[in-house]
């Protein structure tokens, strides 16, 4: 416990001023990547600090894994080059008992990172967006073309020509009912169907179905049951970067009963589980690399923390890209890198002075 305490205490003021400092790091890049966009369209100063205000939290977000790998790594390696290392392994102590209190602290932030992205980061990145594309002026429509939409688990198919959000309007409408067998039972087709605000309202409509063994056609009279909302034929407009845990595991159901893609929105939602156990990864590569450097222990942590991750951001990156373009599962694009950077921080640590 002595020796716990004594680690923390060496260790908490340089996790500190490193949190500090990366975070401003990341401020920075992303004010410089957009400042000049901002600057052609005008926009004032106080509103491109509030752009960074709320950029604040995803920065804490991306600094927390590097600041503690780097706070680790030249913790350790500062106690090995005063020999103090040395005399705790002369002790007979482990090297894994004498930095277990890193892994704790480790796991702690692991969890509070997923917490603290779910609660807080999210919201605030949205605020951030959207403030962003106002001062920009940029607008999106939500207006769709080319729809097939699988409604009542899959037992009504829509295809619509084209969609307009702002009167709320299908055009060049067919609606094809199948039975639990999967047999066609009818057809609709219609030029244009109106959203009364509970159910659609279909302009000279037809259907085609099976009577007496003979498909027939006939004239459809009104009728209530046709109630899926304006938003399932919407452009998808709705970012799973921007949903909490909750809400983008919704999203994953209600793709899935419209029939809509869902590996974009799966790999994000399994990602939000995948990408906070990154405090936990660069505990062990920090302990793994503790006492490797003896000699400019600054420098040399702080260059094996940012090719670290760099290392992890990137194949992260990648992984995450392949399984949203469907050539990996989306479990495996969000947990590939976490396994294996746990693998080579084991392997890493079996090999570290004790």
């Known amino acids: 416990m002595?020796?716990?305490?004594?680690?923390?205490?060496?260790?908490?003021?340089?996790?500190?001023v490193s949190?500090?400092?990366?975070?401003?790091?990341?401020?920075?890049?992303?004010?410089?990547?957009?400042?000049?966009?901002?600057?052609?369209?005008?926009v004032p100063m106080m509103d491109i600090l509030r752009v960074s205000f709320y950029y604040l939290p995803k920065s804490f977000s991306y600094a927390l894994p590097v600041s503690l790998l780097f706070a680790s790594a030249y913790t350790l390696g500062d106690l090995y080059s005063r020999n103090e290392l040395t005399s705790i392994f002369s002790s007979g102590i482990p090297f894994w008992r004498f930095s277990l209190s890193l892994?704790?602290?480790?796991?702690?932030?692991?969890?509070?990172?997923?917490?603290?992205?779910?609660?807080?980061?999210?919201?605030?990145?949205?605020?951030?967006?959207?403030l962003t594309q106002t001062l920009l002026h940029q607008t999106r429509t939500e207006n769709?073309?080319?729809?097939?939409?699988?409604?009542?688990?899959?037992?009504?198919?829509?295809?619509?020509?084209?969609?307009?959000?702002?009167?709320?309007?299908?055009?060049?409408?067919?609606?094809?009912?199948?039975?639990?067998?999967?047999?066609?039972?009818?057809?609709?087709?219609?030029?244009?169907?109106?959203?009364?605000?509970?159910?659609?309202?279909?302009?000279?409509?037809?259907?085609?179905?099976?009577?007496?063994g003979i498909f027939t056609i006939r004239n459809m009279e009104s009728t209530d049951e046709y109630r899926e909302p304006p938003d399932t034929f919407r452009?998808?407009?709705?970012?799973?970067?921007?949903?909490?845990?909750?809400?983008a595991g919704g999203l994953v159901q209600?793709?899935?009963?419209?029939?809509?893609?869902?590996?974009?929105?799966?790999?994000?939602y399994y990602h939000r589980f995948s990408f906070p156990t990154a405090c936990f990864i660069v505990m062990i590569l920090s302990i793994s690399m503790g006492g490797r450097f003896r000699k400019n222990i600054l420098l040399m942590s702080l260059l094996s923390s940012l090719s670290a991750a760099v290392l992890f951001y990137v194949m992260d990156m990648i992984s995450m890209m392949m399984s949203k373009l469907g050539y990996i599962a989306p479990?495996?694009?969000?947990?590939f890198p976490v396994f294996v950077f746990i693998a080579a921080g084991l392997l890493l640590l079996r090999a570290a002075k004790t």
């Not at 480790?106 to 949205?126: E, N, Q």
């Open 331 to 335: 479990f495996i694009g969000a947990w």
């Open 2 to 16: 002595i020796l716990d305490r004594y680690l923390i205490k060496q260790y908490l003021p340089i996790f500190l």
């Open 144 to 212: 769709n073309s080319d729809i097939v939409i699988k409604a009542r688990n899959g037992d009504i198919i829509y295809s619509v020509d084209y969609f307009d959000n702002t009167a709320g309007i299908l055009n060049g409408i067919s609606i094809i009912q199948k039975d639990a067998d999967g047999r066609l039972v009818s057809l609709i087709r219609a030029n244009r169907a109106v959203w009364n605000g509970e159910y659609w309202e279909f302009n000279n409509p037809v259907i085609y179905e099976w009577v007496d």
């Open 103 to 130: 892994l704790f602290i480790g796991i702690i932030a692991s969890l509070f990172t997923f917490f603290f992205d779910d609660r807080v980061v999210i919201p605030t990145l949205k605020m951030k967006n959207d």
């Open 235 to 247: 452009r998808n407009m709705v970012n799973p970067e921007d949903l909490n845990v909750k809400d």
């Open 19 to 42: 949190l500090f400092m990366f975070i401003l790091l990341v401020l920075l890049i992303d004010l410089f990547a957009n400042l000049w966009r901002f600057l052609n369209n005008d």
């Open 254 to 268: 209600d793709l899935r009963a419209a029939g809509l893609p869902v590996t974009n929105a799966l790999s994000e």
